[in-house]
């Protein structure tokens, strides 16, 4: 069949494709190359950024572009927070893998719609071999059911949906929540996510329907007290629909003890959930391994590859062991939707999650580990735990630091310093303002990015290594940092 060029506005032929791609990679090269020499961030604030992006309306005509192209790459490369950057610690967010970064390319241009196998037939196949190695990654069963999400968010809201339909009433899809006679309730321990509150509003139990369970000294839930809060709510009428356990909790890095609270959902008939969006990865460390033990006996692990699997933003996953579970809660069989299951193995991934048109997340992730395998996984998120060790150690020797909690790859420290005359509550509070406005100082002098975790009450700086970059030597340089700013705070704060 011959075709006739149309002549639009939005296509580019294949030598501007090349022209413009090449000119693209290029910068993205040097950008790689520039990236430990420069800024983690320019601190600049958002007027100042908005005067950098100017404020012209809406353009009417055309650009070239190339220079679209070049425009964009000057304001991202000299105005952004790069989280690629050795010196980048905060919250948990990694430093992106570039291949993950040209797979995002191939993805967009090649444009499967992983929504329907139809629609994207090599594309369904490779996502739900990525399922079935992230399966196999953390020790769960690669059988189970899964999609790639855009989050953790977003993994452990489709984990909460499917827990409601496998433990709520049978009728509970077609007539809702208002007309079942039930109580439902969920349990999550203290130091969940925000995400759990999100959910119980989003799928109708009301943020009531959340019981938080008090934790132990290192952030863990405790067991006995679940345990003794599920039966009271059972003999009240109520009706426990799941417990949400953590492996790696967001503030300080730690892991329930899954084992247990498995111990207490089988007995009870509960579904058991993990978030394991940060923390889950670490399994594959021998030394870590037992920290997770337990994990295989979830009904569902929301899991992260844009945090420890090292993929750039967005890729989230949710396993769910019966993947029965996951069609009854999202499937539909709308007129307009004809896509025969004639080779009974084909997949629409619409049938499993809350999308109905998907992009292809799962090709970085896919991509990614091949070039890195288990193996390489194993030998980096060791490090990391290593450096943030590391990092903590040379709180713990510092005289003007206190180091607060140290696990998986999270640390939490304190600056205190050697002068302080005040008593217990007055310098408590003293503490938590200079270290808050230290933080503040930190983040905006944008040598290194720290976060921070309020850890027994003392306001603390935070780093989480979830970065291939970073070595022993940007710790020193971090600590450095942080007295030396600390010391000119300080001394600021005691004149006022
Ligand atoms: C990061 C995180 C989330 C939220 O994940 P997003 O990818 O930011 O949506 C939820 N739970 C835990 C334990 C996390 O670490």
């Given amino acids: 069949m011959q075709t006739i060029e149309r002549k639009t506005p939005i296509n580019l032929d294949s030598r501007s494709f090349r022209q413009i791609g090449h000119a693209m990679v290029d910068r993205l090269a040097l950008l790689l190359e520039e990236l430990p020499s420069k800024q983690v961030t320019t601190g600049e604030s958002s007027s100042e950024i908005r005067g950098f992006l100017g404020s012209s309306s809406l353009p009417l005509e055309g650009t070239d572009p190339m220079k679209v192209m070049e425009r964009a790459m000057t304001l991202l490369t000299e105005h952004s927070l790069y989280n690629g950057h050795p010196r980048f610690l905060g919250y948990i967010t990694s430093a992106p893998a570039p291949l993950g970064a040209l797979a995002d390319l191939l993805a967009s241009l090649v444009n499967p719609n992983v929504g329907a196998h139809?629609?994207?037939p090599m594309a369904t196949e490779i996502?739900?071999?990525?399922?079935?190695?992230?399966?196999?990654?953390?020790?769960?069963?690669?059988?189970?059911?899964?999609?790639?999400?855009?989050?953790?968010?977003?993994?452990?809201?489709?984990?909460?949906?499917?827990?409601?339909?496998?433990?709520?009433?049978?009728?509970?899809?077609?007539?809702g929540l208002a007309e079942i006679d039930a109580r439902y309730v969920v349990y999550c321990s203290r130091s969940t996510h925000t995400w759990i509150e999100k959910a119980a509003n989003l799928f109708g139990l009301g943020l009531n329907a959340v019981r938080w369970i008090e934790t132990d000294e290192v952030n863990r839930v405790r067991v006995d007290l679940l345990e003794k809060q599920i039966s009271e709510d059972e003999k009240k009428g109520f009706t426990p629909l799941m417990v949400v356990a953590t492996g790696g909790d967001v503030s300080t890095g730690a892991v329930d003890n899954l084992d247990a609270v498995a111990d207490v959902c089988k007995e009870h008939e509960i579904w058991f959930h993990i978030d394991g969006a940060y923390g889950v990865p670490a399994v594959v460390v021998p030394e870590c391994a037992d920290l997770f033990k337990g994990l295989q006996r979830a009904d569902s692990v929301a899991l992260d590859p844009h945090k420890?699997?090292?993929?750039?933003?967005?890729?989230?996953?949710?396993?769910v062991k019966d993947r029965k579970t996951l069609i009854d809660t999202f499937t539909s069989h709308p007129d307009y939707y004809h896509f025969d299951d004639e080779d009974r193995s084909a997949q629409n991934f619409y049938e499993l999650g809350l999308q109905n048109s998907r992009g292809f997340r799962s090709l970085k992730v896919w991509m990614v580990i091949q070039q890195v395998g288990k193996q390489g996984y194993e030998e980096m998120i060791r490090q990391d735990?290593?450096?943030?060790?590391?990092?903590?150690?040379?709180?713990?020797?510092?005289?003007?630091?206190?180091?607060?909690?140290?696990?998986?790859?999270?640390?939490?420290?304190?600056?205190?310093?050697?002068?302080?005359?005040?008593?217990?509550?007055?310098?408590?509070?003293?503490?938590?303002?200079?270290?808050?406005?230290?933080?503040?100082?930190?983040?905006?002098?944008?040598?290194?990015?720290?976060?921070?975790?309020?850890?027994?009450?003392?306001?603390?700086?935070?780093?989480?290594?979830?970065?291939?970059?970073?070595?022993?030597?940007?710790?020193?340089?971090?600590?450095?940092?942080?007295?030396?700013?600390?010391?000119?705070?300080?001394?600021?704060?005691?004149?006022i």
């Avoid at 005040?422 to 406005?437: D, H, I, M, P, V």
Wanted: hydrophobic letters at 40%; proline letters at 3%.
């Fill in 308 to 319: 420890w699997l090292y993929c750039p933003l967005e890729a989230g996953c949710i396993l």
């Fill in 385 to 495: 735990i290593e450096l943030s060790r590391f990092l903590f150690e040379l709180a713990e020797k510092h005289p003007k630091l206190q180091a607060v909690s140290q696990s998986l790859s999270i640390s939490t420290f304190r600056f205190v310093p050697d002068d302080l005359s005040l008593q217990e509550e007055e310098r408590e509070e003293y503490l938590n303002s200079l270290n808050r406005e230290l933080l503040d100082r930190i983040q905006k002098e944008g040598q290194c990015f720290l976060s921070n975790a309020v850890v027994g009450g003392k306001y603390c700086l935070r780093g989480c290594v979830v970065n291939f970059r970073t070595s022993h030597r940007d710790m020193g340089d971090i600590v450095d940092l942080v007295v030396q700013m600390g010391n000119t705070l300080h001394k600021k704060m005691r004149e």
């Fill in 127 to 175: 996502e739900r071999q990525t399922i079935q190695w992230l399966a196999e990654f953390i020790g769960y069963d690669p059988g189970c059911g899964g999609i790639l999400v855009s989050g953790g968010n977003m993994a452990n809201f489709t984990a909460f949906l499917a827990a409601r339909t496998a433990m709520g009433s049978p009728d509970l899809k077609e007539k």
């Fill in 118 to 120: 139809v629609l994207s």
